[in-house]
């Protein structure tokens, strides 16, 4: 299986509002509830090409299974220097290295960009997730308990840290 990673354009969105609609009604790795709109996921697609930041997929014959971006982590000043990420697969290429792939290209982005730690926020039910980033280094550095809610339930936030230097 060959995934290839390139830069999101336009016309990946469509596939990309499918990947996080399906994480938005079927699991915790998004605590959103209602699924997005065309125009959402487009508006937020224009907001990381406007802020010069990242979204790559990640492509099998031709068509996007994948994508990945960081953004702010914080909106202080003094956060500058840190990015949160976010990294999707289709369900149906999960487990088949595409997010190996699409991670390993952030955290190069990340430090072409001169960043100095990169983020990840996971519910803690997904270990599968948080070991998954343990390969590339990332620590835990906490974990908010109850800090979201979604399914009749109180979730808790696990904080990965990567020190990108």
Do not use: C
Request: hydrophobic share 40%; glycine share 8%.
């Amino acid at each position: 299986m060959e995934i290839k990673i390139r830069t999101a354009v336009f016309s990946d969105i469509d596939t990309i509002l499918e990947i996080v609609n399906h994480q938005i009604l079927h699991s915790t790795s998004n605590y959103d509830y209602e699924p997005h709109d065309f125009e959402t996921q487009k508006l937020w697609f224009d907001e990381k090409e406007a802020q010069g930041l990242p979204v790559i997929v990640a492509e099998y014959e031709n068509a996007p299974i994948g994508y990945a971006t960081y953004g702010s982590f914080r909106h202080k000043e003094g956060y500058k220097h840190t990015v949160e990420h976010s990294v999707y697969v289709a369900e149906e290429f999960m487990g088949k290295g595409a997010g190996k792939l699409l991670l390993a290209e952030l955290i190069q982005l990340a430090k072409e960009e001169g960043y100095h730690t990169m983020i990840g926020v996971i519910d803690s039910e997904n270990q599968g997730s948080i070991a998954f980033h343990q390969k590339y280094g990332f620590e835990i550095a906490g974990t908010i308990k109850e800090s979201g809610y979604k399914f009749d339930r109180w979730l808790n936030s696990v904080f990965l840290q990567l020190i990108l230097e």
